[in-house]
Structure formats: C-alpha cells, structure tokens
C-alpha cells in the first residue's frame, strides 16, 4: 500500500493515466461537481460496514480519499448510504502503478453543480475548460468560496475524473478537468459534454 500511498499525492493534483470512457456517440453523460466528505465526517456505522467487507482504508486522513478498490471489489459502490446523506466513488482510472486499484471517495449525494449550469467547455491539450452560464457560474463562485482550502469531485457518470484542491474563490465562471491522459480524452469528454448540454 505504500506505493498507493505515493500516487495519491499526485492523485490530488490531477488524475492520471485515464481511459477514456466516456460516452462519445452523442448519448448524454451525467455530470456533476460534488463536495467531498472528509474521513472524519463519516459516521462510524458506515466505516463499520466498509471494514465488514474488507476495504483496503487509506492511512493518511489527511487525504480526500477514503480507501482503495479493485473491480472485483464494486459491490461497495452499492451499498445504500442514504440515511447518512453520503455516497460513494470511484476514481475513472486506477491510481497504482499496476493498475490494479481505484481510489474511493465518500461525497454529499447530490451534485451542487449539473449540466445545466454548463454553458459550453472545449478541450485545450490534455485539460477539458467548463464555461458556466451565468447561475452556474454563481454556483461555482459560491461553491469555491465555501470550499477553501478542501477538494471538490468532478464527476461524470458515476466516476471521478478530478477532484481539485479550492485555493481561493472562482468567480470567472470557468472551471477545468486536468491532467488528462491525452488530448483525445480531452476531446471525447469535451464532446461529450457539449452534447449533453445541447438537449
């Protein structure tokens, strides 16, 4: 777990070595930039439960990222924590550099920003930038202002793409998903996204 460990580190810059999956034949994605639940904030029923099945649990509570995964290992992305107003995550692509493992993130359940708020976004090298409109890009200041200092998940169909440290308020309207592999995902996602916006 060590070497999980280290990626993680980068794993919070940007997220890496991604696949791309994302839809790309004009069937509308679900996106949607989620605040992150942090270690201590997850109630002990929960980490009860999550231990019952074996999950591999990060060490440093520092970090957004609550343990590991491998495929085999989904059904936890199933369990129904509801009640506990959390759900939880995986990251698109494995954050090892056998790619074995995916890293889990516990988020509030529901996205504070949707398509909807999405005016345009359009690929630049291996980044995707996102124009808000002008309720999205109030959502996003407000959102950025409120989140100081902690991650936020970009998520596009059940997986984190990004999860971005907020340094300060965004009030451009503009957010970015980085790091991508290549400029190809970037443009799949890009398109992607532009045609779920567009219905």
């Known amino acids: 777990m060590k070497t999980i460990n280290l990626i993680t580190i980068i794993f919070l810059v940007a997220l890496s070595s991604c696949k ?11 996106f949607g930039i989620y605040e992150v639940v942090t270690f201590k904030e997850i109630p002990k029923s929960i980490i009860d439960t ?17 343990g590991y995964i491998q495929n ?13 107003e959390i759900k939880v995550v995986k990251t698109h692509n494995t954050v090892d550099k056998d ?25 630049n090298k291996n980044n995707v930038e996102i124009y808000f409109n002008l309720k999205g890009a109030k959502k996003w200041a407000d959102l950025t202002k409120k989140n100081i200092g902690k ?22 309207g503009v957010a970015l998903i980085n790091g991508l592999e290549n400029e190809a995902i970037s443009k799949d996602i890009s398109k992607s996204l532009n045609s779920s916006i567009s219905e």
């Open 20 to 30: 791309s999956g994302v839809t790309t034949n004009d069937e509308k994605v679900n």
């Open 50 to 66: 999550l231990k019952s099945k074996d999950f591999r649990f990060e060490n440093n509570s520092q970090l957004s990222i609550v």
């Open 72 to 84: 085999a290992d989904s059904s936890i992305l199933k369990l129904d924590l509801s009640k506990d």
């Open 99 to 123: 790619n074995k493992f995916y890293a889990v993130v516990a988020i509030k359940p529901n996205p504070v920003i949707v398509n909807s708020d999405i005016n345009k976004t359009k690929n």
């Open 151 to 172: 991650t936020l998940a970009f998520i596009i169909d059940n997986q984190i793409y990004t999860m971005p440290l907020i340094n300060t308020e965004i009030r451009n």
